[in-house]
């Protein structure tokens, strides 16, 4: 769990902005007391841009923290690889002290 922390770093200081993006912005038909449907629709139209734009800009910047997240995420492994080979080592290098130690003893009581 612990290559989870990276991720979350980086993701966390941006849940208000999708919060916030995901809230509905949109001027709805009755909203404004309007006769005019042809700029009701202009409106309208220009807030889905606005909002499509938005849209790309976030989807843009949330592949860029994926990107990052999965290069913290790369080098997190990467280090735990190579902490895992290190105890493997030290563990193997320990049994061969142990059973070293172990033929000594038997050695010291054969001989007495």
């Not at 912005?25 to 909002?51: C, H, R, V, W, Y």
């Not at 843009?60 to 492994?77: C, F, N, S």
């Not at 563990?91 to 038997?106: C, D, E, Q, R, T």
Request: no cysteine.
């Amino acid at each position: 769990m612990w290559f989870l922390i990276p991720a979350l770093k980086a993701v966390l200081p941006h849940i208000g902005t999708i919060i916030s993006a995901t809230a509905p912005a949109f001027t709805k038909k009755g909203a404004t007391p309007t006769t005019d449907q042809t700029q009701l629709l202009q409106q309208q139209i220009s807030e889905l841009q606005t909002a499509a734009s938005q849209n790309a800009t976030h989807v843009k910047e949330l592949a860029e923290q994926l990107q990052r997240t999965v290069a913290a995420i790369e080098e997190a492994a990467t280090e735990a690889k190579g902490t895992h080979q290190k105890a493997w080592q030290l563990s193997l290098a320990a049994i061969g002290i142990s059973v070293l130690s172990l033929f000594a003893v038997v050695l010291h009581v054969l001989t007495l």
